[in-house]
């Protein structure tokens, strides 16, 4: 018999007890996902409502966690499963997880860019889940990070608190309107699965440069402000946009707000067979704010990564990407 891995298990575990909580109170799997996760947090059982005799029954399933030493990326991923499951039994259309593979990528990326910081703040505006700013931090993890997210719905935000908890991340999360007025200084790095679609507050757009004309603003081109709004001098703007950014009749308008305020440092396709059709596909956009002393890199790095399944080639990718950073580093200190 084959042997389970530990997230396998742990994921067994949360989904058991998500589906008895779910019955208890009468609420979604997803809901009863967060739920069931507050209470490992807690080391209790913390809904009244729960009948004694299911109580036993959590109660003994809870014990056998503390016979295991879980790493915070085991957690992460069977977490994760665990609010997959929950989004395909009945997802909104913005309740989508950050793939796997590609949220480690993103932190294989951010680690290049913070190479010589011991410390960093990040900040993702659109946090959801928390899948990947977690994933990031987790491959951060010999730096000392402070974490903001903000999220406008609040049953995500939920599960990011309870994510970030069981991981031990301290990640200051907002439930409100990414979009609105935001009380998170300037950070060194934003990260962000950009929300793709209309914005339908035409009268919060009109603060922003990259509104339209008329009618409702991108949401996806405004966040990319908002984003630069919360970056630092100097600082990184990591994003998973769809490669149909620039193809819209606002397009110019974007480019033209890049090119006045960023330095594009790299543009990384993903591939194509990870999406059920080529118009939802997407790719990572490394830009960096514009600052004093800060030149654009001599070439913007542009890839398309290959399966994220073919070993060889993947890591034949990694070792020009590291090439590239190494180059530019060199140039940069040339430039001193």
């Known amino acids: 018999m084959e042997q389970r891995s530990q997230v396998e298990i742990l994921f067994k575990l949360i989904d058991e007890t998500a589906t008895l909580l779910k019955e208890e109170l009468s609420c979604t799997y997803i809901e009863a996902v967060a739920e069931t996760g507050e209470n490992i947090f807690q080391q209790a059982i913390v809904q009244e409502e729960v009948s004694e005799l299911s109580k036993k ?18 957690i992460r991923k069977a977490y994760q499963l665990a609010i997959l499951k929950g989004m395909h039994e009945g997802a909104q259309v913005n309740h989508q997880m950050t ?6 990528f993103i932190g294989y990326l951010i680690s290049k860019v913070t190479r010589d910081k011991k410390h960093f703040t990040i900040f993702d505006p659109a946090i959801g889940t928390a899948n990947l700013l977690t994933a990031v931090m987790n491959q951060n993890a010999d730096k000392e990070i402070n974490a903001f997210g903000s999220e406008v719905d609040d049953l995500l935000v939920k599960l990011a608190y309870v994510s970030a908890n069981l991981q031990e991340h301290n990640i200051q999360l ?11 200084d300037p950070v060194d790095i934003v990260v962000c699965d950009l929300p793709y679609g209309y914005y339908p507050n035409d009268v919060n757009a009109a ?8 009618g409702h603003s991108y949401a996806h081109h405004l966040f990319i402000e908002q984003s ?32 006045e305020n960023m330095h594009i440092q790299g543009l990384i396709q993903l591939p194509t067979t990870m999406f059920r059709n080529k118009d939802a596909a997407k ?19 542009l890839a398309n990564l290959p399966s994220f399944s073919n070993r060889d080639s993947m890591t ?13 580093k060199k140039l940069e200190v040339e430039k001193r």
């Not at 603060?207 to 008329?214: A, E, F, G, R």
């Open 57 to 74: 029954h959590l109660e003994k399933e809870y014990s056998s966690l503390l016979k295991m030493n879980y790493s915070k990326e085991e």
């Open 99 to 104: 793939p796997d593979a590609v949220a480690l």
């Open 174 to 184: 907002y439930n409100q309107d990414s979009l609105e007025k935001l009380y998170v």
């Open 207 to 214: 603060n922003y440069t990259l509104k339209v004309d008329s």
């Open 228 to 259: 630069l709004n919360h970056t630092k001098p100097g600082g990184y703007i990591v994003l998973l946009i769809p490669n149909a950014l620039f193809e819209s009749p606002e397009a110019p308008k974007l480019n033209a707000f890049i090119t």
């Open 283 to 301: 790719s990572i956009f490394m830009l960096q704010k514009k600052a004093e002393g800060i030149t654009a890199p001599k070439q913007a790095l």
């Open 316 to 328: 034949s990718m990694i070792q020009k990407i590291d090439q590239w950073f190494e180059d530019e």
